[in-house]
């Protein structure tokens, strides 16, 4: 079993930032790769970052490409989301993922 814990969202105004943060605890084997995905009042779950845990690689939705920047602390088995320069768009609930396990999501709110 994993657990995922997000934290860090609140409410900002255009073109701020936030650090969300996903910790992460249980089954170790399974996190080969974590992903935050987002979503939005009416709308359908979206993908926005991925990284391999081992390796460190990184994919990006295109809409969030240069401002947005995934990253991994395997010392405190968490992953983080670095988000600049945010839109009004990128306003939604952002969850952790990895394999089948999902965080509770914590909400983004972006002003105009």
């Known amino acids: 079993q994993v657990q995922l814990v997000e934290s860090g969202g609140g409410l900002v105004q255009a073109g701020g930032s936030l650090r969300l943060s996903c910790a992460a605890s249980g089954r170790t084997v399974i996190k080969s790769s974590m992903h935050w995905f987002r979503q939005a009042p009416g709308k359908e779950r979206e993908f926005v970052a991925g990284?391999?845990?081992?390796?460190?690689?990184?994919t990006y939705a295109d809409s969030v490409k240069g401002r947005f920047t995934i990253s991994r602390d395997s010392a405190n088995s968490s992953v983080y989301l670095q988000m600049n320069s945010l839109k009004p768009e990128d306003t939604a609930v952002y969850y952790c993922?990895?394999?089948?396990?999902w965080g509770q999501g914590t909400q983004v709110t972006v002003s105009s």
């Open positions: 993922n990895t394999f089948s396990y």
């Open positions: 990284i391999n845990w081992s390796v460190g690689t990184t």
